[in-house]
């Protein structure tokens, strides 16, 4: 019927006919951030690393974690509730397998870092979400100045950036490590590489890869330690630089990882345009980002990232695969293709063409 809203538009279509209309996920989605901030402060309390010694009754739970013993048989039940630790029969508690993996800060599948990052600037930055929908201006006071210079200049607030980096990268750069021809090529420089995950989980699976990362020169002193670290001194290097002044290094393959999504169209174009004139021809480039779905209706978590750059940058947006796709094929890519990584990042892939 002409002027009626296609289908995948229509309340029914998305599943709320007005006769089975109920509240209850309007008030699940009203109520998640009290989940998530019990789970944010289970992680700055450490209590899925004290608890991966072995399952703890409440009293000496107290005690390790360092709570008042008025909340804490909630704060725990609550966590069994949520299913993040489990409760036996002798009344101790346990973590549950995915918080022993992934919570536990001494195992290198650790991903905590990037739960103190949300927990210590987004969980603040989101209270200003209807102030930067309304006036269209950054609320974060370091990165909305447009730079990463505030960042840095304060040593802790860098610290946890860049840890939260690391974690927030991690899976995204193993799936790559597995999921890109990295046979057909020698070097790869990661633009924007921040501590250096990126390149250490893939040149550590492909023994024949040397390069490193670019980033700014502040970022110079936490690489190193955690190339040392990775025992990878000898394969990657860091390459200081600032990427609105200083050409881009030379390699066979560019990564840019989270980078586009922080600045303007103009920026991202300026961006791609400079990975393409320091590539040779045959050369690769891999973007990735939280991707938003080319219909622009599926990926909530992507468009409420992009929401997060609101918050957090100048003019930073992510963007689709489409869109990406296009500008890589206006500044000269071609062969270009889209790749899941994690649950949240896609990359788009192009390769540098001979001149047409
Ligand atoms: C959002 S972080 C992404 C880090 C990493 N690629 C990842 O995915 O975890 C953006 C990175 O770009 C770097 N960066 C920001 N401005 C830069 C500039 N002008 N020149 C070089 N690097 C810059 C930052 O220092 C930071 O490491």
């Known amino acids: 019927m002409e002027g009626a809203p296609a289908l995948e538009n229509t309340a029914e279509a998305n599943g709320l006919g007005a006769e089975d209309a109920s509240p209850s996920r309007i008030l699940d ?7 998530s901030k019990a789970l944010l402060s289970a992680v700055e309390l450490d209590v899925f690393t004290i608890i991966a010694e072995g399952p703890q009754r409440l009293d000496s739970l107290v005690g390790r974690v360092g709570i008042h013993e008025r909340g804490a048989r909630d704060f725990f039940d609550a966590l069994v509730a949520l299913g993040l630790l489990y ?7 346990g973590n549950s397998a995915d918080c022993d993996r992934y919570l536990d800060r001494r195992k290198p599948s650790y991903l905590g870092e990037l739960l103190t990052h949300l927990n210590v600037r987004h969980y603040q930055n989101w209270g200003s979400l209807t102030r930067a929908l309304r006036t269209g201006a950054p609320q974060s006071k370091e990165l909305g100045l447009g730079s990463y210079r505030a960042l840095y200049d304060d040593r802790p607030t860098q610290e946890i950036f860049l840890n939260g980096m690391t974690a927030g990268s991690l899976l995204a750069a193993q799936a790559l490590a597995k999921e890109f021809p990295w046979r057909d090529y020698r070097t790869i420089i990661d633009i924007g590489t921040a501590q250096g995950c990126l390149p250490v989980e893939i040149v550590y699976v492909h023994p024949h890869l040397t390069g490193g990362g670019f980033d700014l020169p502040a970022i110079e002193p936490t690489f190193m330690s955690y190339i040392r670290k990775h025992g990878l001194s000898d394969r990657l290097q860091f390459y200081p630089g600032n990427f609105f002044s200083d050409p881009l290094p030379e390699a066979d393959v560019h990564v840019m990882g989270r980078i586009l999504h922080n600045w303007d169209l103009p920026t991202k174009t300026m961006l791609l345009a400079n990975a393409h004139q320091a590539l040779p021809v045959g050369g690769a480039l ?13 990926q909530a978590h992507a468009l409420l990232s992009s929401l997060n750059m609101l918050i957090e940058t100048a003019g930073g947006f992510e963007y689709t695969a489409a869109q990406c796709r296009e500008w890589m094929r206006h500044v000269g890519f071609r062969d270009i293709r889209t790749q899941p990584l994690d649950d949240v990042h896609t990359a788009v892939i192009g390769i540098k063409a001979a001149r047409e």
């Open 87 to 93: 409760r036996d029969e002798k009344d101790r508690y």
């Open 29 to 35: 989605i009203g109520y998640a951030f009290w989940r």
């Open 286 to 298: 891999i973007v990735y980002d939280p991707l938003i779905d080319d219909g622009r209706r599926v």
